[in-house]
């Protein structure tokens, strides 16, 4: 990736970790959530939830 995908330590970790065709694959993957479950992408709940799939996709299970 060019920059970090989000202004936060979780975006720079992603930065750090992830190329540019993983992203893209990631991207295809967030807009079928997006439009399966009808997300509201500027609700807070509707965030969370992407920043955690987001997470789990990557990374594996979210850590509490």
């Known amino acids: 990736m060019a920059a970090p995908p989000f202004p936060?330590?979780?975006?720079d970790r992603l930065f750090e970790s992830v190329c540019q065709?993983?992203?893209?694959?990631?991207?295809?993957e967030q807009t079928a959530m997006i439009?399966?479950?009808a997300l509201?992408?500027?609700?807070?709940?509707?965030?969370?939830?992407?920043?955690?799939q987001t997470e789990a996709f990557f990374f594996g299970a979210?850590?509490?």
């Open 8 to 11: 936060t330590e979780f975006g």
């Open 35 to 37: 439009n399966h479950y």
């Open 21 to 28: 065709p993983c992203w893209a694959l990631w991207l295809k």
């Open 40 to 52: 509201n992408v500027l609700d807070p709940k509707a965030k969370k939830f992407l920043t955690e």
């Open 62 to 64: 979210a850590q509490p």
